[in-house]
Every structure is written in structure tokens, then in C-alpha cells.
């Protein structure tokens, strides 16, 4: 079912009296708290160190304001926008959230339905609790790229690129900010790593090579096949030099998630990517980072405007999205409030999520005079 026009969104819940899921990012993650235990709660909400950078992605969004213009005669308006070949009836994707098996029983599953009926892509995990070829099928010609954490297995990374391009998936998004987990104080509180209950390793346990190496399958032995995957994980002897390894081989177009500064993104570019992802993984790495959005201007300002330049990290609400595409973000990635649907409603609570983002962007585009969410510009934010 298409998205219908914010308008219609608006009036159908003022028609019934009220709405029938929570309407702010605050209460989604209000809902999802009393709905998860503390442990799967606090690893999707939390962050590093004193989250410091949490607060400073929302901040960020906080100190822009929006430049309505008037009387611009936009009864018909454009949301849509179109990233590396991928197109999106709204200027947003769903972000790689891994794990999503503690939020849902659907898990990624449930994310997919939401994003097939809503036409809106998906990008998806590596740290999938379902394999990329079960969540393929749940998006049928649904739109979707894979999202890579470069495993310390060459081989396995080869192998799982493979899978994603014979899967359907159009690009390869490479996160280069978690080669380790960054210190997260709620998860270690809590004792929390979901991995070593074997959540999020699909794509290892899905993997013939993989489990050929183990004594026992996962199956039979979560814990010993959890510890062995969670070794491959960290990689912090990855550099630049990597990514041609990768070019050569997938002919699929490669972006880079995680870049922070000027320096990064014109490296990346030097390098052969083709599309920059501006992200401080939602603030969940390094305590005390600079802001997506203040990276995202810094960035922009460095590869020009031709380069392909997305966005996540604090997107919460339609004018986060106005802004972020005037200060030079082809398109933003949804994250954690998408993850609170799933908590609190499975696939029709994301879908519900997706359906309120995209009105509450097209009533704020109406109102403050755009046409078309591509032609936002720095005019348009103070």
C-alpha cells in the first residue's frame, strides 16, 4: 500500500478519535521501554560512555531552525529521492540495526514486511538475526542494500558479499566506526551481549564454510559457535588500502558509514567509494563525538555536491529530515525509532513508524513552502 499523503495521516487519526500507536519518537521509546526488559531495552537505547554524543546528535537538530517561506503554491509535493539507483518514496531508508531479534520475535523479518509494503528501502545488518537470504525473501522487489562489518575472515567477508549480490541486495555499505564495540555502559550494567545467546550471528550460522569449522553446529552448541564468531569480529587492523581488495571483489556499489570528518570523506573518495555514509553509529562507539549533523555540513562542504553524502545518527522527526537534506544529506537513515516499533508492534508497529515519519515530512515540506525534498538547500535552514 503506497504512503498516503501526510494530510490524509492526519485527518484519519482525528477521524477515530485519536491514534492508535504512539505519535512522537518520545513515546515510541516510552512504549518500547515498558515492553522489553531492561537488557534488550538498554542495548538498543543506550550508548557510549556518557552518551554524551547521543545527546549531542539530538542537540544538533536542536540549535537549526527551519526558514518557512510563504504563499509558494505547493499543492502538490515530492518526497521521494533516489540514492545510487535506489529509490525511495521518501527521503529516508531504514538504517542497518543488528540484533533485532530482542526487540521482536519477527525480528528483521517483520522489518522487512513493513518496508515491502511501504516501498521505503532497507538496509541490512550484517549482525542480522536472519539471514540475508530469508529477509530477501520477506522483501520480494523491495528495495535494500547490505550493510558490512568487515569481519577478521577475508574469506567470510568474500563469501557473505557474494550471498548479498546473488540475494538482490544493490550496494555494499562498509561501517568502518565498530571494528570493536565501544564502551556501553548500560549493556555491560546489564552483563548484556546478546551475540552469546547466538542472536545476531545469522549470517555465521548461515554459513556452509562456518559451520563447517565447528565440532558441533550452532544448533546443538550456541555458545561455542557465539564465542568463535564474536573472535572474528573485532578488526582493527583494517586501513584504507582494504577497500580495493573489496572493489575487486563485487561490481556492486560500495559505500562507506561511520565518517566523521573532511579528511575521511575525501580519503574515501580517493579510494573508490561511491558513497559516504555520515554517522557516529547513533553515538553508540565513541563517547564525545562530534554530531552527525555538524559532520554532515563539514563533510558536504569537503566532496562537493556531486558526491553521493547520506546521513543517520539522531533523525527523529520530520523537520530532523528537512534540515539534514538542506545541509547536504542526499537522504537520511532511520534508526532507533524504527527498532522501537518493531518492539512494540512488530511489522505493523514499523510500519506505523515509517507512515507517521513520512506525513509528518510532508506536512512540514507543505509548510514551510518546498515543492520537492530535493530542492532543499542551506537557504532554507537558519
Known amino acids: 500500500m503506497p504512503l498516503d499523503a501526510g494530510s490524509q495521516v492526519q485527518s484519519s487519526i482525528y477521524l477515530a478519535g485519536g491514534a492508535e500507536w504512539p505519535v512522537t519518537a518520545e513515546d515510541w521509546e516510552a512504549r518500547a521501554r515498558e515492553t522489553l526488559e531492561p537488557g534488550p531495552f538498554g542495548y538498543i537505547a543506550g550508548g557510549a560512555g556518557s552518551e554524551a554524543t547521543m545527546r549531542a546528535n539530538l542537540e544538533a537538530f536542536v540549535r537549526r531552525r527551519l526558514r518557512p517561506r510563504m504563499l509558494a503554491g505547493n499543492v502538490e509535493r515530492d518526497l521521494s529521492v533516489e540514492v545510487l539507483g535506489l529509490r525511495s518514496p521518501v527521503p529516508f531508508l531504514l538504517a542497518p540495526i543488528g540484533v533485532l531479534s530482542i526487540a521482536h520475535p519477527d525480528a528483521e523479518r517483520g522489518v522487512a514486511r513493513a518496508a515491502r509494503a511501504t516501498g521505503v528501502p532497507m538496509i541490512l545488518s550484517s549482525a542480522a538475526s536472519t539471514s540475508l537470504e530469508e529477509v530477501a525473501v520477506e522483501l520480494g522487489d523491495g528495495p535494500r542494500w547490505y550493510q558490512l562489518y568487515w569481519f577478521d575472515d577475508r574469506e567470510l567477508v568474500g563469501r557473505i558479499v557474494d550471498r548479498a549480490g546473488a540475494a538482490g541486495y544493490t550496494a555494499i555499505v562498509v561501517t568502518l566506526d565498530t571494528l570493536m564495540l565501544g564502551w556501553r555502559p548500560r549493556d555491560l550494567a546489564h552483563g548484556y551481549l546478546p551475540f552469546l545467546q547466538g542472536e545476531g550471528l545469522a549470517q555465521f550460522f548461515s554459513d556452509p564454510v562456518f559451520r563447517a569449522s565447528l565440532e558441533e553446529p550452532p544448533e546443538d552448541d550456541v555458545l561455542t559457535a557465539s564465542v568463535r564468531a564474536l573472535s572474528l569480529f573485532s578488526n582493527l587492523g583494517l586501513t584504507w588500502a582494504d577497500l580495493a581488495w573489496l572493489r575487486e571483489r563485487t561490481e556492486l556499489p560500495i559505500l562507506v558509514k561511520g565518517v566523521l570528518t573532511a579528511e575521511d570523506a575525501r580519503i574515501a573518495l580517493e579510494h573508490g567509494v561511491d558513497g559516504i555514509v555520515v554517522s557516529n553509529h547513533g553515538g553508540r ?68 513508524v515509517i507512515r507517521q515519519l513520512a506525513a509528518e515530512v510532508d506536512i512540514t515540506l507543505a509548510l514551510t513552502g518546498g515543492r520537492s525534498i530535493r530542492e532543499l538547500d542551506r537557504r532554507a535552514v537558519a
Open 285 to 352: 562507539q565513541v563517547d564525545g563525538a562530534v554530531a552527525a549533523l555538524d559532520a554532515l555540513v563539514e563533510v558536504r562542504e569537503a566532496v562537493g555536491a556531486d558526491a553521493t553524502v547520506l546521513m543517520d545518527s539522531g533523525i527523529r522527526t520530520g523537520s530532523d529530515i528537512l534540515k539534514a537534506v538542506a545541509l547536504g544529506a542526499d537522504a537520511v537513515l532511520l534508526g532507533r525509532p524504527y527498532a522501537y516499533g518493531l518492539a512494540v508492534g512488530g511489522a505493523a508497529g514499523v510500519e506505523a
